[in-house]
């Protein structure tokens, strides 16, 4: 099929929440906190890139992910560029990405022993329509109170430097070899590139793009694309979506947003397709 809709997993997390979103139902009372909701893609195959959806009421850890060629030295397909999208936020929530000035090696190895790590790190304040795009090798950590959607490329592979004192594993000889410590770069977007397009990424490793309601024609060539309902319902190639899906497109689809929709549309590349209307 051009067009498939894909199935959801629940991630249980110690910082996950008993009240996700509108979209999801809540885990059941007593039940562990839900962090993660993951849109599978059937089959054996790995595709390029992983959506998910985050909800934290507390601080994830303090974290990098490696590049390509780290990831694939230590036996993994690829590595991990991602990028976020907020959708709510508490008034005092933060993301930090990247490091207030550089730090080498030895500092930050130390500073994640013993916790002063956290101090390095630029804590910036978030809000619902901020966006991030992540690249591997960032430091980062993504605070309390927010929910967002995550699109990232698709590899289970995080390096924890430091966790707040929970009792899980560290993988500092790994992370701090993969870091760079350094101030966070935004990476430039241009924008509105089309009447109901905006551009939030482009490449290196995915193109993401946000779309209104409205008719978008899209010829995949040989791609995989991920279309992400914010908001809003309508149609793609007859497959019905409704806001807290995700769906698949691999070929030639017509996608038909109702007014008041809100859709990311992801794909892996560094070169933006042709989409009609």
């Known amino acids: 099929m051009t067009v498939t809709a894909l199935a959801t997993k629940r991630v249980d997390k110690p910082w996950g929440r008993h009240q996700l979103w509108p979209d999801f139902a809540d885990p059941a009372p007593g039940a562990d906190p839900v ?12 595709p390029d890139l992983l959506v998910k959806y985050l909800f934290t009421s507390e601080k994830l ?100 430097l430091y966790d707040y004192g929970r009792d899980r594993a560290l993988h500092l000889d790994e992370g701090v070899a993969v870091s760079d410590a350094v101030p966070f770069v935004a990476q430039d977007a241009p924008g509105e590139i089309a009447p109901g397009r905006t551009l939030l990424a482009e490449g290196p490793k995915f193109v993401l793009e946000r779309w209104s309601a409205g008719v978008h024609k899209v010829a995949m060539a040989g791609k995989i694309g991920w279309l992400v309902p914010i908001s809003g319902a309508g149609q793609a190639d007859h497959v019905a979506w409704r806001a807290g899906d995700c769906l698949t497109i691999t070929g030639d689809a017509v996608i038909d947003a109702a007014p008041g929709s809100d859709l990311l549309f992801a794909y892996p590349g560094d070169q933006r397709i042709e989409v009609g209307s």
Not at 35 to 46: A, C, K, R, Y
Request: net charge negative; proline share 7%.
């Open 61 to 160: 850890s303090v974290q990098v992910h490696p590049d390509d060629a780290s990831a694939r030295a230590a036996g993994y397909p690829r590595g991990k560029d991602e990028a976020w999208l907020v959708l709510a936020a508490e008034p005092d929530s933060t993301i930090a990405i990247g490091t207030l000035a550089p730090v080498d090696s030895d500092r930050l190895r130390a500073a994640a022993l013993d916790g002063s790590i956290e101090g390095l790190l630029d804590w910036k304040p978030v809000k619902a329509g901020d966006f991030f795009y992540s690249p591997a090798r960032t430091v980062h950590a993504i605070g309390a109170g927010i929910t967002l959607i995550e699109i990232q490329q698709n590899v289970d592979l995080t390096y924890r």
């Open 35 to 46: 962090g993660e909701i993951w849109f599978q893609t059937p089959g054996p195959d790995s």
